[in-house]
């Protein structure tokens, strides 16, 4: 019977992106946090601009976007300082569609809201025929604002992600 004798080489694992082996993947962070973090930033963005609303009118769409990237911001900048480093692309992704998903879900809990607490029945009738016998221009807002949160949301991560990336500043 023969021995074999064990390596004693080296072992050749590569590291992976931003400087971390492979087996870091395996215990990525929770990303529940940063999109906790990303609904308080947009929350506090679109209490500012409701504030400034009553002195200055703003473009609707002007305001969504600016609370998406406040909202952004707060959730990149925590994830960096907490694990320093920046979001993978995956992590981007995740981030971008639970962040716009919460976005989505605190509009309709303020639509609801609005529905029951400040419309009479008689303005309730009114928007649900306007909305029964014109449904396509609803519809094509709805989408349109919903891609323009989900774009936003993309790019101005992915920006923030770039700009306060710890290892693009120390090279």
Not at 38 to 55: D, E, H, N
Not at 99 to 127: K, P
Request: net charge positive; aromatic share 10%; glycine share 4%.
């Amino acid at each position: 019977m023969s021995r074999k004798s064990p390596l004693l080489s080296k072992s050749t694992t590569q590291s992976g992106r931003h400087g971390l082996p492979p087996s870091a993947k395996l215990t990525q962070p929770k990303l529940t946090p940063y999109v906790g973090f990303f609904a308080v930033g947009y929350i506090l963005a679109s209490a500012l601009f409701m504030i400034i609303q009553t002195k200055f009118p703003l473009n609707a769409q002007m305001v969504t976007v600016l609370s998406i990237i406040m909202g952004a911001y707060i959730a990149v900048q925590k994830f960096i300082k907490h694990q320093q480093r920046a979001l993978d692309s995956s992590e981007i992704n995740h981030l971008m569609f639970g962040g716009v998903a919460v976005v989505w879900l605190l509009t309709v809990v303020y639509f609801l809201g609005i529905w029951f607490f400040l419309f009479d029945a008689v303005s309730r009738e009114v928007l649900l025929d306007m909305s029964m016998q014109q449904p396509l221009p609803l519809l094509s807002a709805l989408i349109m604002i919903l891609v323009l949160s989900l774009v936003s949301a993309r790019i101005s991560i992915w920006a923030l992600n770039r700009l306060l990336d710890p290892n693009r500043k120390a090279s």
